[in-house]
């Protein structure tokens, strides 16, 4: 019986990433508008685009190769299996220890070589621009990324995603230096890997400054689509990630039963829109960045992260 | 066992003279590494049963060498399993030269060094003396040095051969005083006895440097990297394979059996010097990677980046035995060990990708490739297969090693010295700014050479590989595969290793439910790289199956559409140099000196506008080139000692007798 439970919960975690995730870009995109005194497309219009592009047919360039079909099954698998792993409603997931937060970050960093592979295959020179950027760009959010994980592991004593979300839940930490400069550092990464403003802007599709779009051009249809919701998956992935650890309340432990799954249900929903609509703030209240001007923003976060690691190697209270 | 092992070592060097005979005639590549490559395979699987299992007469002394000494060799855990990784290299790099090698225009110039190469390094591993294991190391040096300048009309392999042998020379020298301190004045070279010597702090000091510097100038360490890039991409893509994938790997055993088993206990600042070489090292490494467009130099400086990996593992290691923390010394061990038998893995293979590429376009240089992918399809999956490894990305064997150091590091904060502390999460952050900046790499050198389109004819016209050459990159590939999700055997099979070197072994791994790995407790941290890949096999197929059935299955091909404006000449691709540009700019201003210059011709004028980029390798000018220059400045003004008379030799003669005897009379 508790088998079946825990694969029943494990499997409807996967379906609820899956299917929220477009609901999460629906919403920010509303408030967005909301917020610029437009009306704003319907907010189950990201459901309505992918089952159209679905139905397209693929559009392929000449000079692609097979790998350039594969990619956005791996990029979709990838960061399904990445966003299925975090906490979101409930900690006690069955598989939630075959991966730990070192290994989400790089099952990402696998969906983003071959993001980044893929945006070069065709052979045009907009791919080649927007890989080149997201390469930069990943070459300093992922080392804030893991030295983020660095300082949360060493707070809660484990690098397993539920723990450290059941650790941060009990309330034994109370509001600490270190976990501050951490949460600071996380925003910007999740920033920058979302591709959202001031690194990218998730609107526009023909600016010279464009990273994500541009290396998605050539990709039409069925593919489009898989891009487009792995996307949407990831932003849901680190809203999950911050929500879980620095607003862990309601989230259901290892004994699960309908009430607390239903109370996690609720809070998590309480959490993406929270997050969601703060997202969206920010977004219209700041201009986006020149792209040499990101390295300084990521590198920021960079040291953030290390400075939190250097306290807590220093003393343990901070 | 050891006796067989010596056996099989003697074959191959009785190989060479053979091979001079054959010459360069056809049936001579097949007989050779034919040979070579069944003689491997037995060393390996002889190394194997000597790591399971406590091998009967792992040890043996033959009359050979000094009177007084002989030649001991022996077989301990430690030589067991650096002798598998050897052979297994060897055995890779014969069987892709059964197919590589028939393309070689002159055979007799690498036939006979192959074998003795394969001996040499295997010789190295089995010494148990400092006689027998420094002349074998200088043996492999050389036998190396004859394999880089086998094809000695390129210009630029002479001076790689030059530039390699004074290294190599130089790293000898260091190993032979580090040894004379070791081995004391009665110059009982054995190690059994330099065990037993207890040498006092500040000979100890002298040996962990000289060391340092003898064994890591041969396995790449900035700044005694200069060599490496020159060196190994100069030999042919078999021997660049063994050169960069095994022959490093031989000085890691150096270092490890110096500093783990001869010098004695550790001391808590071995392992700052250890872990600040080998952080500089990785980043360094893959920085310089980055700015190359040479796919085979490219290779070579990740070789120097995955060495410091390597050293940030033993370092972290010798830190946790220092302060008697021998749970976290195994797992930081096992680590850093781990990650020697993963890289020469993938470097082999990738390695062999880049010499199946020159082989069919006769290329080197990236920004003459491009669209291989379409006309080598084997080779282009397979080398994907080793850029991912060695990227650390999930499911492949490098991110399982890279996983097990992050552990480590993690349990660093309970190290108590003040200079660790600060140290190793600085480490900890280069570690992860190499591997985020290896995978940057891997999608240029990948992206560039294998995708997009043909930017030559030659790279339009290449021809898919022989069925030899991609078996062995089959093998590797399939080996990268194995040891990503199932770690757990790998890390078991090194056991033995860590419990000779550090006392204690990790948990037991293969038995856990669900073949997970758990390096210290379940709360703390796991990693399953089979659930992973398999998780993501199948959501990867199943949407691809729900996609095609429920949606649309339909696929038209057209014109790359690059908003509007597709231009049909290749020249308008992103190149190795423009894809690097944003790296570039933010790593290169400060250390490469990178600039940009730019000349726009002014007005009417017809000449085109040119962007030329400046990199300085500061190492080399600040380092290198003034020894070199002082070198021959020196040699310059020595150079009237050559032209005098005899009276005045035998006056200098009698001079520098009477000045050795005073030194010797106040000496005393």
Known sequence: ?318 | MVVFALYGVAVLLVLAPIAVALGASPRGTSIVYGTSLIVTLILCTIALVCLFEQPLNASITLPLGLPWLGAHFRIDALAAFFLTVVNLGGASASLFALGYGRHEHSPQRVLPFYPVYLAGMNLVILADDAFSFLVSWEFMSLTSWALVIAHHRVSENVRAGYVYLLMASFGTLMLLLAFGLLAGTDGNYAFEAIRLSHPSAVLTALVLVLTILGAGSKAGVVPLHAWLPLAHPAAPSHVSALMSGVMTKVAVYGTVRILFDLLGPPAWWWSMLVLAIGGITAVMGVLYALMQHDLKRLLAYHTVENIGIIYIGVGLALAFKAYGMPVAAALALTAGLFHVFNHSIFKSLLFFGAGAVLNATGERDMEHLGGLIHRMPQVAFVFLVGCVAISALPPLNGFASEWLTFQAILLSPQLPSWGLKFLVPAVGALLALSAALAAACFVKAFGVSFLGRPRTPAAAQAQETDSNSLAAMYILAALCLVAGILPGVFIDALAPVSKAMIGISMPHQSDLEWLTIVPIAESRSSYNGLLVFVFVTLSGSSAAFAIHRLASDKLRRGPAWDCGYPDPSPVTQYTASSFAQPIRRVYGTTIFRAREIGEIPPPGATAPARLTVQLHDLIWDTAYAPIGGFVAFTANKLNVLQFLTVRRYLTLVFTALVLLLLVLAIWS
């Not at chain 1, 591709?195 to 400054?209: G, Q, Y």
């Open chain 1, 1 to 318: 019986m508790v088998v079946i439970r825990d694969f029943a919960l494990q499997g409807m975690q996967m379906l609820i990433v899956l299917l929220l995730s477009p609901l999460l870009t629906g919403f920010v995109r509303k408030v967005k508008a909301r917020l610029l005194r437009r009306q704003g497309p319907p907010l189950l219009q990201p459901y309505r685009d992918l089952i159209r592009l679905m139905r397209k047919d693929v559009v392929l360039a000449e000079s692609a190769s097979w790998l350039f079909r594969v990619i956005p099954y791996i990029i979709f698998a990838g960061t399904w299996v990445a966003a299925a792993l975090v906490p979101t409603f409930g900690s006690g997931l069955l598989f939630s220890w075959s991966a730990d937060l070192i290994a989400i970050i790089a099952l990402l960093g696998s969906a983003r070589f071959f993001q980044a592979l893929a945006g070069l295959d065709v052979g045009t020179s907009f791919g080649g621009i927007g890989s080149s950027r997201e390469v930069m760009i990943a070459s300093l959010a992922e080392p804030a990324m893991l030295m983020i994980m660095f300082t949360l592991a060493l707070i809660a004593g484990s690098t397993q995603l539920s723990t450290m979300a059941t650790y941060m839940g009990s309330g034994v930490e109370g509001l600490r230096v270190s976990l501050g400069l951490a949460l600071l550092a996380l925003i910007i990464v999740a920033l920058a890997e979302n591709a959202r403003i001031p690194v990218d802007n998730p609107a526009t599709h023909l600016e010279l400054t464009m990273v994500h779009e541009a290396m998605v051009l050539e990709y039409s249809g069925r593919h489009l689509a898989l891009i487009d919701l792995s996307s949407e998956l990831k932003l849901l992935l680190y809203v999950s990630v911050i929500g879980c650890l620095f607003m862990p309340w309601g989230i259901s432990g290892a004994e699960a039963n309908p009430p607390t799954i239903a109370l996690g249900l609720a809070a998590y929903v309480g959490k993406l829109a929270v997050g969601g609509f703060l997202l969206a703030l920010f977004e219209t209240a700041i201009a986006k960045m020149r792209v040499f001007r990101v390295p300084a923003f990521l590198g920021a976060a960079l040291m953030l992260g290390l400075l939190a690691t250097l306290l807590l190697f220093v003393s343990r209270s901070l």
